[in-house]
């Protein structure tokens, strides 16, 4: 066990060290990401997004609906 945790720890900080030195280097310089983000439409991804949760709050309340028919039918 100790193998494991001190091998573990050896490979931890042999890929933290380049990771720490890779992250000041682009930090200076940054990453322009506008060409990729100018060209989608987040409206209608939105859009999108909220009908795929409407139709879920529909199904879930129709599954709810369901177990308190059956529940009162069972019951009566």
């Known amino acids: 066990m100790k193998k494991i945790i001190s091998l573990g720890s050896l490979l931890v900080a042999a890929f933290s060290a380049?990771?720490?030195?890779?992250?000041?280097?682009t930090s200076s310089s940054g990453v322009d990401l506008s060409q990729l983000?100018?060209?989608?439409?987040f409206g209608s991804v939105l859009t999108g997004i909220m009908a795929v949760?409407?139709?879920l709050v529909?199904?879930?309340?129709g599954i709810?609906?369901?177990r308190w028919i059956l529940r009162t039918v069972k019951s009566a």
């Not at 380049?18 to 280097?25: I, L």
């Open 37 to 41: 983000t100018n060209s989608i439409d």
């Open 58 to 61: 529909v199904l879930y309340a």
């Open 64 to 66: 709810a609906g369901v």
């Open 18 to 25: 380049p990771s720490f030195a890779a992250d000041s280097a």
């Open 53 to 55: 949760a409407a139709s």
